[in-house]
């Protein structure tokens, strides 16, 4: 094991799961940390039974049933075996005794001279009664040996039983459950030790849904728990102000709909976010952020980005109201703009997500006009060239150093026309709105593993 106070630095994308075909651990699934892979992704191998040792045919349930039967049995003959056992105590000391009355009744019957004759009738009368006995206790004495090697044949049976499930893989599907909910865990948790990361590799995307307009906005709360997968829904980039909601991400394939929202103010733009249980939306016609809680209902906070361009002065190459860009990473609530002061370039500022002022900003040298769309991840603005087929993350500001480097990273434009990219932060992946369909893109970051006593 290496020392705590090693730092491991690697390649890492969400841990991809992928069973070895060349371990085998008989205790149950195993995670293992690996190498790198070809594309610098860290490969989490679980080890885990076939999938076929997991299904649940007809086979497994009959061996299940075989099983709970052999135990039941098992049980009862146990206890009969223990009834048998005293019974059997009984028997043989009642046998000695009747074979002890016997001998000395032949005596007797060999001095009748010393018996009068009433007597002795009287006692061979009860011996002959009691003579029809002895075979039913011989008798008696076989069942009770039938019953132990009975016994011993089911214990030698449930041995085999338990061998064969063993060796078909006819788990329990609740104890499955159980183990995949804790691998979950302790990939989560392996995933909250790793610190921020360099950009290095978009892939994808993967279609999620087709509909709506063009343009529009969906996305998930990065700030939410494990449990809590809710999706909001927010079609077109104007006169609209109907927030959906969906309970899980299969909802919002299925359409089912959990809750709608009606904003009070009309939403300018596709670039919202949501954070910690409230909407972040620019305010149609102004340069105004509006922080709305879907916990309560109602509009908790207002106020102006100061000198921020708003109404299509300076939106992203696709138009659209645009101007104004909320986003959310590891570090917090981001908003980013162009303002007349640093001539119509990049702005990022960093808000209170409660009181929306601004803590800090940064102007870039970055024509807002020529962004198709942009992103954080880890303080670090990245903006790509175009929002039409063939884009490519094309510059990078860093708010940690207050410097820019120029990139080249491609990103698949599938459906040819972007009108929303956001990083979240939780899924460690992007949310995109790609000419009416809803996608997710992958993201490989170069991170860096820190163990608990480093600083």
């Known amino acids: 094991m290496l020392p705590l106070s090693v730092v491991l630095k690697l390649l890492l994308l969400i841990c991809i799961q992928r069973p070895s075909a060349s371990v085998w651990l008989k205790e149950g699934w195993q995670v293992y940390s690996s190498a790198q892979d070809a594309d610098g992704r860290c490969v ?67 001095n009748r001279r010393t018996l009068l004759t009433k007597s002795f009738q009287e ?44 060796e078909i893989g006819a788990y329990d599907y609740e104890e499955l459950q159980h183990r995949v909910a804790s691998l979950e865990g302790r990939l989560r948790n392996c995933m909250s030790r790793l610190t921020c990361g360099k950009l290095m590799k978009i892939s994808g995307p993967d279609t999620i849904k087709t509909s709506g307009t063009r343009f529009g906005a969906w996305m998930t709360d990065p700030q939410a728990s494990p449990q809590n997968n809710k999706v909001w829904y927010m079609d077109s980039y104007t006169n609209n102000k109907i927030v959906r909601e969906y309970k899980s991400v299969s909802d919002f394939v299925a359409g089912v709909e959990s809750r709608t929202y009606n904003l009070p103010f009309h939403w300018a733009g596709t670039n919202h976010v949501v954070y910690n249980g409230s909407l972040y939306y620019n305010k149609f016609q ?26 299509n002065v300076y939106p992203y190459t ?16 981001w908003a980013v703009y162009a303002t007349n002061q640093n001539a119509g370039n990049i702005v990022i500022s960093q808000l209170d997500p409660i009181t929306l002022q601004v803590l800090n900003t940064w102007n870039t040298e970055y024509s807002k006009r020529n962004a198709g769309e942009s992103f954080m991840i880890c303080g670090t603005l990245y903006i790509t060239n175009s929002h039409l087929t063939g884009a490519k993350v094309y510059y990078s500001y860093s708010t940690k150093t207050s410097s820019y480097e120029y990139t080249d990273i491609p990103i698949h434009n599938q459906y040819f026309h972007m009108s929303m990219l956001d990083y979240n932060a939780r899924e460690r992946a992007l949310y995109g709105w790609n000419n009416g369909h809803q996608v997710l893109f992958n993201v490989t970051l170069f991170h860096v593993i820190k163990t608990d006593d480093d600083s």
């Open 286 to 311: 102004s340069n105004i952020i509006v922080r709305y809680s879907f916990e309560s209902g109602r509009v908790m906070t207002q106020r102006a980005l100061e000198a921020a361009g708003f109404h």
């Open 123 to 166: 006692m061979k009368g009860k011996m002959a009664d009691l003579q029809p006995l002895i075979p039913v206790l011989e008798q008696y004495k076989t069942d009770a040996r039938l019953i132990s090697q009975f016994k011993e044949e089911v214990r030698n049976l449930s041995v085999v039983l338990l061998g064969i499930q063993e």
């Open 318 to 333: 696709w138009g659209g109201f645009s101007d104004i860009d909320l986003m959310a990473d590891e570090l917090g609530l």
């Open 44 to 110: 989490c191998t679980v080890v885990a039974p076939e999938q076929s040792l997991c299904s649940r045919d007809a086979k497994s349930r009959q061996l299940r049933q075989l099983l709970e039967k052999i135990q039941n049995m098992s049980q009862s003959i146990e206890v009969l075996n223990l009834r048998t056992q005293r019974d059997f105590q009984y028997v043989m000391k009642m046998e000695s005794q009747i074979k002890g009355l016997r001998s000395k009744l032949r005596q007797i019957e060999s």
